[in-house]
């Protein structure tokens, strides 16, 4: 059974940096794409970053590029998103997905999902 599990959110102030990971289970995800979404109340589902596994190629939203930053840990089968400069926009709930193949972008591509994690950012 996979199972992909969020942790490292909370509350901070503008400015400040969080590091969220992702334990990945039950299956190898050499070939994958991880990717990470965010879901700020009243809002959809966006693309934040993705990173594929065999070959660490990286993808960012522009909001987010120069400030976040994808990596994932083969030994651990985590997959990390370091936070930094964040701002009162980034408040949402943060997803972990994978998907086999295809669009990084697209959220309804990817077929296992974490339970999120909230980051609030304050002023």
Do not use: H
Not at 65 to 89: C, H, P, W, Y
Not at 92 to 100: D, I, K, T
């Amino acid at each position: 059974q996979v199972q992909l599990v969020e942790s490292g959110g909370g509350l901070v102030q503008a400015g400040d940096s969080l590091r969220l990971s992702c334990a990945a289970s039950g299956r190898t995800f050499r070939g994958s794409i991880m990717g990470w979404f965010r879901q700020a109340q009243g809002k959809e589902r966006e693309f934040v970053a993705a990173i594929t596994w065999t070959y660490e190629n990286t993808y960012y939203a522009d909001f987010v590029k120069g400030r976040f930053t994808i990596s994932r840990d083969n030994a651990k089968n985590t997959v990390n998103l370091q936070m930094n400069s964040l701002k009162l926009e980034d408040t949402a709930v943060y997803y972990c997905a994978s998907r086999p193949g295809g669009s990084v972008y697209a959220y309804n591509g990817y077929n296992y999902w974490g339970q999120g994690t909230q980051v609030t950012v304050s002023s």
